[in-house]
């Protein structure tokens, strides 16, 4: 009975040394090296990072640093995610997405770095709609309330693709041209002006006027003798047409050789 107990107090020993390093291997999604959270704020981040590589099957990943090890923000985002092993496999490409933060104190920079079924979910056009959700919150130092927003943007942008139209130049939704709305408001209020104005002329301007310029000229004071048009100059105005983008996501080869798509913002 003894040897049996020491057997499986030995059985458990092994398995948990081989479950422990399983966890430990597990690779960070929130690595802030530039100290822009809280313990708790990287906590929280992370949660809703794992929740949503879960859900889409990739690795979403938020990087901050101070140093980019004189390589540029492309290649350090590129890098950091080739060689620390992120990116799960839809068809086992290593899909993921990576957000870097570069904060040295005096200044700000934004890279996002794409890979795998990432590269299509994320089309230029989307990268620059998920920077424009975050830049006013990363300004203000907002930071934890910018990275779960990035969780949320990404989320529907994957669903997006997931469906079928990724979010891109001619998939974007349309805006409302409020420009239109207050131009017609305007002519509305012009008219409505200047049918108010007309009345009240009319109720003091006892006189009618001439409809036509000859009833003010007396009979034979006005004689014309000829008639000649004279040809001055011409003015051409010219307004070029801007040709709209063809849209999709720009590839290019990171160091390790694999296809990432990208930008900064």
Same mark, same amino acid.
């Given at each position: 009975?003894?040897?049996?107990?020491?057997?499986?107090?030995?059985?458990?020993?092994?398995?948990?040394?081989?479950?422990?390093?399983? !966890? %430990?291997?597990?690779?960070?999604?929130? $690595?802030?090296? /530039?100290?822009?959270? =809280?313990?708790?704020e #990287?906590?929280?981040?992370?949660?809703?990072?794992?929740?949503?590589?879960?859900?889409?099957?990739?690795?979403?990943?938020?990087?901050?640093?101070?140093?980019?090890?004189?390589?540029?923000?492309q290649?350090?985002?590129?890098?950091?995610?080739?060689?620390?092993?992120?990116?799960?496999?839809?068809?086992?490409?290593?899909?993921?997405?990576?957000?870097?933060?570069?904060?040295?104190?005096d200044?700000?920079?934004?890279?996002?770095?794409?890979?795998?079924?990432?590269?299509?979910?994320?089309?230029?056009?989307?990268?620059?709609?998920?920077?424009?959700?975050?830049v006013?919150?990363?300004?203000?130092?907002?930071?934890?309330?910018?990275?779960?927003? !990035? %969780?949320?943007?990404?989320?529907?942008? $994957?669903?997006? /693709?997931?469906?079928? =139209?990724?979010?891109? #130049?001619?998939s974007?939704?349309?805006?409302?041209?409020?420009?239109?709305?207050?131009?017609?408001?305007?002519?509305?209020?012009?008219?409505?002006?200047?049918?108010?104005?007309?009345?009240?002329?009319?109720?003091?301007?006892?006189?009618?006027?001439?409809?036509?310029?000859?009833?003010?000229?007396?009979?034979?004071?006005?004689?014309?003798?000829?008639?000649?048009?004279?040809?001055?100059?011409?003015?051409?105005?010219?307004?070029?047409?801007?040709?709209?983008?063809?849209?999709?996501?720009?590839t290019?080869?990171?160091?390790?050789?694999?296809?990432?798509?990208?930008?900064?913002?």
């Amino acid at each position: 009975m003894k040897k049996i107990i020491s057997f499986s107090v030995v059985l458990l020993l092994v398995l948990s040394l081989c479950i422990i390093p399983s !966890f %430990a291997a597990e690779k960070p999604l929130v $690595v802030d090296e /530039a100290g822009l959270l =809280t313990a708790e704020e #990287v906590q929280t981040v992370e949660v809703k990072l794992q929740k949503l590589s879960d859900d889409t099957n990739m690795d979403f990943v938020i990087v901050t640093t101070t140093d980019l090890q004189g390589k540029s923000k492309q290649d350090y985002a590129d890098d950091y995610y080739d060689y620390n092993g992120y990116g799960v496999g839809r068809q086992g490409d290593r899909s993921g997405v990576l957000l870097l933060v570069y904060d040295n104190g005096d200044t700000t920079e934004r890279w996002i770095s794409t890979r795998g079924y990432g590269i299509k979910c994320f089309t230029d056009y989307g990268i620059q709609y998920v920077g424009s959700q975050l830049v006013d919150l990363m300004d203000s130092g907002a930071w934890e309330e910018a990275f779960l927003k !990035f %969780a949320d943007v990404s989320s529907e942008l $994957v669903a997006q /693709a997931d469906a079928g =139209t990724p979010l891109d #130049v001619n998939s974007a939704p349309k805006k409302r041209n409020y420009a239109l709305g207050i131009g017609i408001a305007l002519v509305v209020g012009i008219i409505a002006g200047f049918i108010a104005r007309s009345i009240i002329k009319k109720k003091y301007q006892p006189v009618r006027f001439k409809a036509n310029a000859t009833d003010y000229l007396v009979n034979g004071s006005l004689n014309v003798t000829g008639a000649y048009d004279n040809f001055r100059t011409t003015s051409v105005t010219r307004t070029a047409i801007q040709s709209k983008s063809s849209g999709g996501s720009s590839t290019h080869s990171s160091s390790s050789g694999a296809s990432h798509g990208g930008g900064g913002f």
